[in-house]
């Protein structure tokens, strides 16, 4: 099956820092989603983006579809921001979401 | 307010014993899903169901059960097959079929097996 990985698995920042992080994946998708999991699990959309560059605040995410990877952008990083970044991509007919390793940020003061 | 609800928040079973999660989602989402989460790991699929009365297997589907009888729920069983069951698990759904519809989560449920 598909291999999702990210980079770095973990990062630690010092509020202010801006950050990129990577998802390549090893075969063609149909679309592409971008999580933050809160230190309670709750998993929040960021960005829906087969394709291009998406900009929503601090966060923007540009997505290159034929070369495999897509990465997320975090500027001016506060202490919220902290929390588990998965990218899960779609694969085959269905609506099956295949996870990313995820990368651990800690943003502190 | 619109969204997906998961109940309980917690839940503890002994050994030998099956349980039931519940998932509701109020956003007339045609699609709902189940994942598990394990300590440090991604998510993986479960069970997936496009319409009422039917549903299909992900990838971890073994040792679990499920129903969709109401287009709003979506309930799971973990049956005392599942072998390792303590685990985060994690409802979705999502607006329609196919690969162009963004997947929505829920609060997540935490099981431990005592």
């Known amino acids: 099956g598909i291999q999702v990985e990210q980079s770095p698995p973990d990062l630690i920042l010092q509020e202010g820092a801006n950050s990129t992080l990577r998802c390549n994946f090893s075969?063609?998708?149909?679309?592409l989603q971008w999580f933050h999991q809160n230190p309670w699990g709750q998993l929040i959309n960021l960005f829906y983006i087969p394709s291009g560059t998406k900009q929503n605040g601090r966060l923007s995410a540009t997505t290159v579809a034929t070369e495999r990877y897509s990465l997320l952008y975090i500027s001016s990083s506060q202490t919220t921001d902290s929390g588990v970044y998965f990218c899960a991509v779609f694969t085959g007919g269905g609506n099956k979401l295949t996870f990313g390793t995820g990368t651990q940020l800690k943003v502190e003061l | 307010d619109g969204g997906i609800t998961q109940s309980p928040k917690y839940l503890f079973r002994k050994e030998g014993q099956n349980v039931t999660l519940s998932c509701e989602q109020n956003l007339n989402h045609d699609a709902m899903y189940w994942y598990r989460q394990d300590p440090g790991q991604g998510l993986r699929l479960i069970y997936y169901s496009q319409i009422v009365n039917d549903f299909q297997k992900g990838d971890i589907a073994e040792g679990y059960s499920v129903s969709r009888e109401k287009k709003e729920s979506f309930p799971l069983t973990v049956t005392s097959a599942q072998k390792n069951p303590t685990a985060f698990y994690l409802c979705a759904s999502s607006k329609g079929r196919g690969p162009y519809n963004e997947q929505f989560f829920g609060p997540g449920t935490r099981l431990t097996v005592l």
């Open positions: 075969d063609s998708v149909n679309n």
